[in-house]
């Protein structure tokens, strides 16, 4: 097609060696500057030669007139990205809808082609018509899921193309973006995701095979959009006009790598192979959660028994082999994302059973007092780690669509200041979770010990969670301690090693060793947790995944925009005000889009 045999550029007017329209380059390559003057009209325009092509317009020539390929300037000046020259030829009247090339597409087809996303947005504002088909029956927006072009798809989509939009095979955008498997898309992903959250169907099917976007993908052994379409609901039992259906095509492909084990996994549940005992998901997620609180009771009553210390290995053994037999025949790997949570609720649960039962009886009063009134700031921050809003940003779908076409109009998608999953735009200090799927504000981590994301609203409970976790352990080792002065060191006397009272305690009660173990543990990982998060909260002014992650934010590299000093960081924190100190409310971090103008409004709420 079109092969242009060209070897200077005019690099005194930013371009570079130019595209045609079989060619897939984002931008063109820079070139050594040379002299313009002898252009023609048709080589100015697609080296981006502003003033030569000035030039020749003024002295008279037609921005309308085709070249013996029927194209016209502003097809060379969209293919090859010249925006100047796209904006002047335009001006000077050319028309946006010109047919032209052996594709008979349009300007707009072209910069689209390529992936011109500022191009596109110029000539769609000059009136330029994305409905319009090529020869081949594709409309802009099947060229841009063809090639990938997510951002592209996305400005047609919000500025009101049918994302369901059929070519003359009644192939959608969504069949086209999980057939073609591309690698150079805006945003490093394919458009499949955006066109469902978009509102593309994934049950349409095209007229000459009868296959949906499902099969499609599995033709194109695309593991990506099988696992996003699966996620959105895409039926896996539609038979296309060869009574194949995506179910029939997955089943060849069993155990194969580019298919994932998740996926091979819901085919065999689909067909009846799995082998999970049960079927039923609810009493799969049951199963996994109870687990946790019934090994952790079998193994405190295998230590507490008096069986033969062999026999004992032989119990831990048997455990160990009938967790691995559940694992496979009962549990889910899907849900394997509650077991955390389930084990600390478990730990807590028997913690309290042994309070009450063993080491409330000889505790002080003083540690009955701690033990109850800690309990519940503990549960009340821990409910609110876990079930309270992380600061997640929300946006309703007309929201979304006029953010698409504000940023692809003011310069385009920056990976930092929007979000390809969420389509919103993203506030500074924001991040999208994977584990939850959401965008959340000022993002610490996700927390698989409470099961939610740690954010804006949620991270003073978090630690207040901490703080009150480890108080916890603390009040429950003093009370073992006493339990075991009671119960097991009465017959010790003096000038014993702490080993002797270890061994004593232990066999005196296994069952409580194996508490205060646990508990042990819990204060060694939740002390340390809690004095990262207050080092980096008070000293650093950062979260977590600022820290892991400051290489990738540009704010980060001249230093910390966000630190204000141990108090000022503590009281912005802590949403409170004091000393003079006057903090800045954690829900603001969902309307920050602008880290400078953040910290001019610290300053002036500093000042005031």
């Not at 009101?160 to 003359?168: A, E, K, Q």
């Not at 007229?207 to 699966?230: F, K, P």
Request: charge should be neutral.
């Amino acid at each position: 097609m079109y092969a242009l045999k060209m070897q200077a550029a005019c690099q005194s007017e930013g371009s570079g060696e130019p595209d045609d329209p079989g060619s897939h380059h984002q931008e063109p390559a820079k070139s050594p500057p040379q002299d313009c003057s002898s252009f023609d009209i048709v080589r100015a325009t697609q080296y981006g030669a502003l003033n030569r092509v000035t030039e020749l317009i003024e002295a008279g020539a037609d921005v309308n007139q085709p070249d013996s390929e029927t194209v016209t300037l502003l097809h060379w000046a969209s293919i090859n990205n010249r925006k100047d020259i796209v904006k002047y030829l335009i001006g000077k009247g050319a028309v946006v809808d010109a047919v032209g090339g052996e594709l008979a597409s349009t300007p707009l087809h072209w910069a689209t082609r390529q992936g011109h996303l500022a191009t596109v947005v110029i000539l769609m504002r000059a009136g330029a018509d994305p409905t319009l088909r090529d020869s081949e029956g594709f409309s802009c927006i099947h060229l841009a899921a063809q090639f990938g072009h997510t951002s592209i798809v996305a400005y047609l989509v919000a500025k009101g193309v049918n994302p369901n939009m059929p070519d003359r095979s009644a192939m959608t955008p969504l069949m086209w973006s999980a057939y073609k498997i591309n690698s150079f898309s805006f945003f490093s992903l394919d458009p499949t995701r955006l066109l469902l959250t978009l509102g593309a169907s994934h049950s349409l099917a095209d007229n000459l095979h009868g296959n949906t976007a499902l099969h499609w993908a599995i033709i194109a052994e695309n593991s990506t959009a099988i696992s996003t379409l699966v996620h959105h609901g895409a039926a896996l039992d539609v038979p296309n006009l060869r009574v194949e259906t995506p179910m029939t095509l997955l089943g060849r492909h069993i155990g194969a790598a580019w298919l994932g084990h998740k996926i091979s996994h819901e085919i065999r549940e689909k067909q009846g192979r799995t082998r999970t005992w049960c079927r039923d998901k609810r009493v799969r997620w049951y199963c996994m959660v109870t687990t946790p609180f019934i090994v952790f009771y079998v193994i405190g009553m295998i230590f507490q028994s008096g069986l033969d210390y062999l026999v004992k290995l032989g119990a831990f053994v048997t455990l160990y082999i009938a967790l691995y037999i559940a694992n496979h025949f009962i549990f889910d790997e899907r849900l394997f994302h509650v077991v955390p949570m389930s084990i600390y609720l478990a730990t807590k649960m028997w913690i309290y059973v042994t309070w009450i039962f063993w080491l409330g009886i000889h505790a002080a009063w003083y540690l009955w007092l701690l033990l109850v009134g800690g309990s519940v700031p503990l549960w009340i921050c821990f409910l609110q780690s876990w079930r309270g809003d992380p600061g997640v940003i929300t946006a309703t779908h007309e929201d979304k669509l006029n953010t698409i076409i504000e940023l692809a109009e003011s310069g385009g998608f920056e990976p930092q200041s929007f979000c390809s999953s969420c389509l919103v735009r993203r506030p500074i200090r924001s991040k999208h979770c994977s584990t939850c799927d959401r965008c959340v504000a000022r993002f610490d981590h996700h927390c698989p010990w409470v099961n939610n994301c740690i954010g804006a609203h949620n991270h003073k409970y978090f630690l207040g969670f901490l703080a009150s976790l480890l108080g916890l352990c603390i009040v429950i080792l003093s009370a073992s301690v006493q339990y075991w002065q009671f119960e097991c060191w009465t017959n010790l006397t003096d000038g014993h090693t702490a080993d002797n009272y270890l061994v004593a305690a232990a066999t005196c009660d296994a069952w409580v060793m194996w508490i205060a173990t646990n508990t042990s543990l819990h204060s060694f990982w939740v002390g340390t947790l809690l004095a990262c998060q207050c080092y980096q909260i008070m000293v650093l002014g950062m979260t977590t995944n600022e820290r892991m992650n400051a290489g990738r934010y540009t704010h980060f590299k001249h230093g910390n925009p966000f630190h204000r000093g141990a108090l000022q960081n503590a009281a912005d924190f802590c949403n409170l005000s004091f000393c003079g100190l006057k903090a800045k409310p954690s829900s603001d971090w969902l309307h920050s889009f602008d880290h400078k103008q953040r910290l001019e409004d610290l300053s002036r709420r500093t000042c005031d």
